[in-house]
């Protein structure tokens, strides 16, 4: 991934490849599996929230709590992504708190 993976919001798996979502609303595809593109990700900048997402901390607006220790993670572009329970750990690491 090059220094222009730094520009995405998020991504997600579709079937076969990952689908990135830029700032500026572009898509890119990627074939590849998510566990292969997070390996190749800057691992301070990217956290993996579900088994199919992976989002750019630095457009993550804030975290609204649901039921049984999930979160919808809520984009300053005001997207929602759902971050279950098992990526949680990993999530409070990178944000240097508890959820």
């Not at 919001?9 to 990135?20: G, I, L, N, P, W």
């Not at 190749?40 to 993996?48: C, I, K, S, Y």
């Amino acid at each position: 991934m090059s220094c222009r993976a730094r520009r995405y919001r998020y991504s997600y798996y579709r079937s076969d490849h990952v689908q990135f979502i830029h700032a500026g609303g572009e898509e890119f595809l990627y074939r590849a599996g998510l566990a292969t593109v997070a390996s190749r990700l800057d691992p301070f900048r990217f956290v993996r929230i579900h088994r199919s997402s992976i989002v750019n901390l630095k457009s993550v607006a804030f975290l609204e709590r649901r039921s049984h220790g999930e979160f919808d993670v809520v984009l300053k572009s005001g997207a929602q992504l759902m971050m279950s329970r098992s990526y949680r750990a990993e999530v409070e690491a990178m944000l240097g708190q508890s959820l």
